[in-house]
């Protein structure tokens, strides 16, 4: 599994077998996108 780095905590990236995951972290404002999630997502 490759960890990619998204510059913030809010927003995970792996890689496994040709599969790239999201994870959306901010389970406190229920994954709402904000200021500092929506450009890690660009």
């Not at 927003?11 to 450009?39: F, M, Q, W, Y």
């Amino acid at each position: 599994m490759i960890e990619i780095d998204t510059g913030t905590e809010e927003l995970l990236c792996t890689i496994e077998d040709r599969v790239a995951s999201i994870t959306l972290n901010k389970p406190h404002k229920k994954n709402a996108l904000g200021d500092i999630l929506t450009p890690a997502l660009r």
